[in-house]
């Protein structure tokens, strides 16, 4: 007879399932934490639940489901009846963090939780899910964009992700070279923000769309760098681009088919100027096809939410290359995106 401890060891390939069934359980029990403000109220203090739900307007009971929930996640603790943040809530789930990555779980919480209750639809259909959902159709930016509120929620979500990989997408390559970066939907500029932190010979520019600018501007003025990068107005499949001898595209690529890709790329190699290079930045799938799990599940969010998907360096290499590009390498960052550089020799 086996000792009594081994009778208890969970069945491996069992508990990968449940890890599935709780998984959707998990992500929207730290997204409602987030949306009700209990990571920023415990930063100003350890309190019991009566006190929690009392500020926050929940129900006690109920409340104390949702902050044991967050205690066995490992974002909370609890000692003596008092709850407190973690580290990792400290850091990543309280708004006003400097590493907050709340703007992109309350994007999450709010439209593409709502959209990927229709993946299979789209797995059928092969489209995005705006209709189904919300009742019209848009371009893959009019939803983001539809109120001042949402708009800056969503460029605050794209930040909290840029913040932890814009310094290690410029230090991939050397970029001491260069002298102008572009960077070419850039939203809050944390691209060129971090290029110009690292290259001190660099100047910058953000060029995206006019109802952009107000907020690019007030996120390279808190970075110090007004002086040095400046907002460009404009749309960039349809609008000349600004000079410069790099230009940067941060998670823009994905959003797109590949005729919109060709055609943004030539665009781009045309006005660089000889030795200029193009600074890409998405999440890489593996040649193989097996991976990494964040790359794919990024890639259905794309077929949810866009036109476009993810790629491997192979396809990527094969569109800059059939652009003119005549050099193309890659590095996988270990970060939520890894980087390119294509350049025109």
């Known amino acids: 007879m086996p000792p009594q401890n081994e009778l208890h060891n969970p069945d491996p390939e069992a508990q990968l399932v449940f890890d599935f069934l709780d998984g959707f359980r998990a992500s929207k029990a730290v997204f409602t934490a987030v949306s009700l403000g209990v ?43 008092q709850y407190r943040n973690r580290s990792v809530a400290t850091r990543f789930l309280r708004v006003e963090s400097p590493e907050t990555l709340s703007g992109y779980i309350l994007y999450s919480d709010r439209v593409q939780y709502r959209l990927w209750a229709h993946l299979g639809d789209a797995v059928r259909e092969g489209t995005n899910r705006w209709e189904q959902e919300f009742g019209r159709k848009e371009q893959i930016f009019d939803h983001f964009f ?42 809050t500029g944390h691209l060129v923000i971090e290029a110009c932190k690292r290259y001190p010979q660099m100047r910058g520019a953000i060029f995206d769309l006019p109802s952009v600018g107000a907020v690019s501007t007030e996120y390279v003025a808190q970075a110090g760098l007004t002086g040095r990068i400046d907002i460009l107005q404009g749309d960039f499949f349809a609008d000349e681009l600004p000079p410069a001898d790099l230009y940067g595209l941060g998670r823009v690529l994905h959003d797109w088919t590949d005729e919109k890709i060709a055609n943004l790329l030539e665009k781009i190699y045309r006005r660089l100027p000889p030795n200029g ?19 794919y599940l990024q890639s259905l969010n794309m077929l949810i939410m866009t036109e476009g998907r993810e790629r491997s360096p192979s396809e990527y290499e094969a569109l800059t290359r059939a652009a003119g590009f005549s050099s193309f390498r890659f590095h996988r960052t270990g970060q939520p995106v890894d980087v390119m550089l294509a350049e025109k020799l």
């Open 39 to 81: 990571f920023d109220r415990l930063h100003r203090g350890p309190a019991a639940c009566e006190e929690l739900a009392g500020e926050l307007h929940c129900n006690t009971s109920a409340l104390e489901r949702l902050l044991g929930s967050c205690v066995a996640l490992g974002v909370l603790e609890i000692d003596r009846n």
């Open 146 to 187: 539809a109120t001042d509120q949402e708009k800056r929620a969503f460029l605050a979500a794209m930040h909290g992700m840029g913040v932890m990989s814009s310094p290690v997408a410029v230090a991939a390559f050397d970029l001491g070279r260069f002298s102008r970066l572009v960077d070419l939907g850039g939203g």
């Open 277 to 295: 290079g193009l600074l890409i930045c998405e999440k890489l799938l593996s040649e193989e096809r097996d991976g990494p799990a964040t790359g």
